[in-house]
């Protein structure tokens, strides 16, 4: 049974959270540092685009300023998330494709999802996977609404995909954030309700990070047959991370324009 490192829910800021990820990937790819399975949450609040978005198009960026709500771009493609503090929580899985057994992106995204979807059984939640199309990621649905979103990026034989798992959703309040072409935040919001769903809308009952993060954990160990070690950054991540996090993910150029 192959092990893979384990880092434990953590908050960041976006900036943070991303430059993390990205130094992951990067270890990973050298060589220097195992599989890892992460779980964090946002503060403040933030938004997220994917690699190849304008912020100008998707998101209604003077609500963000007012709401404190922060920006960031991914690397990784796939489209604009809200990433709710008290109503989601993340994971990210850096991973060697050929531990997957597949280099097919779709094959990929299905055994992670099949490893998010056990640890939503274990939680009470039906759900399946939905392998998306030409404009969406693949993603998890219960009952035909999502409830668990992704992007990925493939490098150098390594995957990184992070995702959400709703706790809880506001959709007035995301879609006073995002942009629905043609659309007013009334409207957008009420469309959602029929397409997003959450674990506490499911359950009736909220249900705490901690308790989503362990089940999270038990579902990629039981799927992927994996061991899970818990572990912290090498001081190499921590110290890349942090020159990501100043001199990109922080920096206006890369989240509005795309360049760093």
């Known amino acids: 049974m192959d092990t893979w490192r384990l880092l434990s829910l953590q908050t960041n800021n976006a900036y943070m959270n991303m430059a993390i990820d990205e130094a992951i990937l990067k270890e990973l790819i050298l060589g220097n540092v195992p599989n890892t399975l992460r779980f964090y949450r946002w503060k403040p609040s933030a938004v997220s685009i994917g690699k190849n978005q304008s912020p100008n198009n998707q998101v209604h960026i003077d609500s963000c300023k007012q709401r404190g709500v922060d920006i960031v771009r991914r690397i990784s493609g796939g489209g604009t998330v809200y990433h709710d503090f008290e109503g989601e929580v993340t994971y990210s899985v850096a991973a060697k494709t050929s531990d997957f057994g597949t280099g097919d992106i779709t094959s990929v995204y299905?055994?992670?999802?099949?490893?998010?979807?056990?640890?939503?059984?274990?939680?009470?939640?039906?759900?399946?996977?939905?392998?998306?199309?030409?404009?969406?990621?693949?993603?998890?649905?219960?009952?035909?609404?999502?409830?668990?979103?992704?992007?990925?990026?493939?490098?150098?034989?390594?995957?990184?995909?992070?995702?959400?798992?709703?706790?809880?959703?506001?959709?007035?309040?995301?879609?006073?954030?995002l942009k629905l072409n043609d659309v007013s935040c009334t409207q957008a919001a009420e469309i959602a309700k029929r397409k997003i769903t959450s674990i506490q809308d499911e359950l009736g009952h909220k249900v705490a990070p901690d308790t989503i993060a362990n089940a999270l954990a038990q579902g990629f160990s039981a799927i992927l047959k994996i061991q899970l070690k818990e572990a912290e950054l090498t001081p190499s991540e921590a110290e890349n991370a942090n020159k990501l996090y100043i001199e990109k993910y922080r920096d206006e150029k890369w989240n509005f324009g795309g360049k760093n």
């Open 110 to 177: 299905s055994k992670i999802y099949s490893a998010i979807t056990d640890a939503l059984r274990l939680l009470g939640v039906s759900a399946d996977f939905s392998g998306g199309d030409a404009k969406n990621c693949p993603n998890l649905t219960v009952n035909g609404k999502k409830i668990s979103g992704s992007s990925q990026i493939i490098t150098h034989g390594v995957v990184l995909q992070h995702g959400t798992l709703l706790r809880s959703v506001d959709l007035p309040k995301m879609f006073t954030l």
